[in-house]
């Protein structure tokens, strides 16, 4: 069981940056493979980047590519989402996802790839 705890969420400006942290307790961090989603009011969940467990291996949501940067700290069981330039189209709940790493060379991108959530946190941008 892997235990994720979401934070650093809130209200900015357009424009503005902000990091999201996920804590993850109960097993070996470095083992998973970690990846935030965001799922907005009446839309789907909706991948945003994914990250190998080493953080050797990035992969983002092409329109999101440049602005969000998704990193983790194994020594501290911490992934992080940088988040840059946020516009209003980016306001949602931000989820961490987990899944154990099975293969290096595999990226998942789908909600349904992943089984731990964390319960999220809300990013709320004003015009």
């Known amino acids: 069981q892997v235990h994720l705890v979401e934070s650093g969420g809130g209200l900015v400006q357009t424009g503005d940056s902000l990091t999201l942290s996920c804590a993850a307790s109960?097993?070996?961090?470095?083992?998973?493979?970690m990846a935030w989603f965001r799922q907005a009011p009446g839309k789907e969940r909706e991948f945003v980047a994914s990250?190998?467990?080493?953080?050797?291996?990035?992969f983002y949501e092409d329109s999101l590519k440049g602005r969000f940067t998704i990193s983790r700290d194994n020594a501290k069981n911490t992934l992080y989402l940088q988040m840059n330039g946020l516009k209003p189209q980016d306001a949602a709940v931000y989820y961490c996802?987990?899944?154990?790493?099975?293969?290096?060379?595999?990226?998942?991108?789908?909600?349904?790839?992943?089984?731990?959530w964390g319960q999220g946190t809300q990013v709320t941008v004003s015009a």
């Open positions: 109960g097993r070996t961090f470095s083992n998973y493979f």
């Open positions: 996802a987990a899944r154990p790493q099975v293969n290096i060379n595999l990226v998942y991108t789908s909600s349904g790839d992943y089984g731990y």
């Open positions: 990250i190998s467990g080493s953080g050797g291996s990035t």
